[in-house]
Structure formats: structure tokens, C-alpha cells
């Protein structure tokens, strides 16, 4: 099994670009989060999908970011136009629905910055 | 989710036992306890869960005291490896989101 696959794994970009994370989960997983992790807030979960449906974006900071699930394999967090303040490190989780526990699986992370 | 409590840092020797303490005196009926660590640059990983029962697995022990208000994660031979940033975290099974706090960073010495 392969993990989590996110891409890219850095992405430098400037002020006003539009930035586009990708996240491939674990096969099999029906849950995906997306989770934001900066110095100053720590972990923070942004979104997560069950069955490729958005259920909670509580956590989505402002209308610049949007997330999308197409279908069970792959997943998107977009960000336009991008802020310095959005520079941080975005993790991409997925957990199978069975489990009575939530045993969660991270990728790697996407570190971005935003100049 | 009911809130915990960490220390923010620990020391252990390497091939020491690593005792994490965590508080959560406002855990509910329903609320597991799970600890994850996220060892420098990567992405959290998930170590153990428990409710109520003491509970091992290959990598950590968990302890859960009686009344549920407080745990200790056990790692009984800390390797230099085990340095990372341990995260207790309560939640319950019908909200799939975790909330992850500040944690205790371990710092494991040769």
C-alpha cells in the first residue's frame, strides 16, 4: 500500500497566484481530511469528505480556499489568489468508515509558500 | 470534544520507558482517547486508542485511570526514532474530525 500521496510536496509561488494541492488516499478509505499546520495554530482540519461529500468546511478560513473530491481517489485544495498568510504546511488524511475509531492516515504534507 | 492537557516538553534516555501524561477531565461516556506523534517534517501518525481498558500494541502502552480523566502513553524502550511531537486527543466515534492541541514534544537523549 502506498499511503497517502500528496503532490507537490513544495510549492513556492507569489502573492496573487492560484495554488492547486492534490491528495491521492489510501484505497479503500470512504473519509478524507484536509488539514492546514502552521507555527502559530498548530493542526488545524479545514475540510473533511465522506463518499466524496463535503461534510464539514467549518474549518475552511475564508472564501479564497475550496475543496473538491471528484471521485474516491483523488481530491483538490485550491487556493486563489493566494496571501503570505496562507504559507504553511497542508496535510491530506483518509480513514475507512468501518472502524469504530478514527484511525487516521497522513500523507506527507505540501509545504507552501507564499511570497 | 472534550479538551486535554499535555505538558509541552519531556526528556527520556534512550532505552528508557517515556511516560506521557495527558488530562482530559472533561472526557464523556462516549469519547475514546487516541494518541498520535508527528515526528519532525512528516505528517502525524496514529499510535494507540483505548476507552476505557488499558490497552498495548507494538509500538506504545496506553493507561487509561479508572475515571477516565487522565492517561499515560507508554513507550517502554525509547529509541532515538520515538523524538517527535505526541498529540493526545479525545473525540468520539460520531464525529470522524480529530482536534489536535499543542502536544508534548519528546525529546529522546543518546
Known amino acids: 500500500d502506498a499511503g497517502v500521496i500528496q503532490s507537490p510536496r513544495h510549492e513556492v509561488t507569489e502573492m496573487g497566484q492560484e495554488v492547486t494541492l492534490r491528495c491521492k488516499p489510501i484505497?479503500?478509505?470512504?473519509?478524507l481530511f484536509w488539514y492546514r499546520q502552521t507555527m502559530m495554530r498548530g493542526l488545524e482540519l479545514l475540510i473533511y469528505?465522506?463518499?466524496?461529500?463535503?461534510?464539514?468546511d467549518s474549518g475552511m478560513p475564508e472564501d479564497r480556499f475550496s475543496a473538491k473530491m471528484p471521485n474516491a481517489s483523488f481530491s483538490t485544495l485550491k487556493i486563489q489568489p493566494s496571501e503570505p498568510r496562507d504559507s504553511a504546511v497542508y496535510f491530506c488524511?483518509?480513514?475507512?468508515?468501518?472502524?469504530?475509531?478514527?484511525?487516521?492516515?497522513f500523507g506527507p504534507g505540501t509545504r507552501l509558500l507564499v511570497l | 470534544d472534550a479538551k486535554t492537557t499535555q505538558p509541552p516538553s519531556m526528556d527520556c534516555a534512550e532505552g528508557r520507558a517515556a511516560n506521557l501524561p495527558c488530562n482530559h477531565s472533561?472526557?464523556?461516556?462516549?469519547?475514546?482517547v487516541y494518541w498520535y506523534r508527528q515526528i519532525h517534517s512528516q505528517g502525524p501518525q496514529y499510535i494507540i486508542h483505548g476507552l476505557k481498558n488499558n490497552e498495548t500494541n507494538e509500538m506504545a502502552s496506553l493507561i487509561i485511570t479508572e475515571d477516565r480523566k487522565s492517561s499515560t502513553l507508554i513507550l517502554p524502550h525509547a529509541t532515538l526514532r520515538d523524538t517527535a511531537v505526541y498529540y493526545c486527543?479525545?473525540?468520539?466515534?460520531?464525529?470522524?474530525?480529530?482536534?489536535f492541541g499543542s502536544g508534548t514534544r519528546l525529546q529522546v537523549q543518546p
Open positions: 486527543i479525545v473525540g468520539d466515534m460520531g464525529r470522524r474530525a480529530l482536534t
Open positions: 472533561t472526557i464523556s461516556g462516549n469519547e475514546y
Open positions: 469528505f465522506n463518499n466524496n461529500v463535503p461534510i464539514d
Open positions: 484505497s479503500g478509505h470512504d473519509y
Open positions: 488524511a483518509s480513514s475507512f468508515q468501518d472502524r469504530e475509531v478514527e484511525t487516521q492516515y
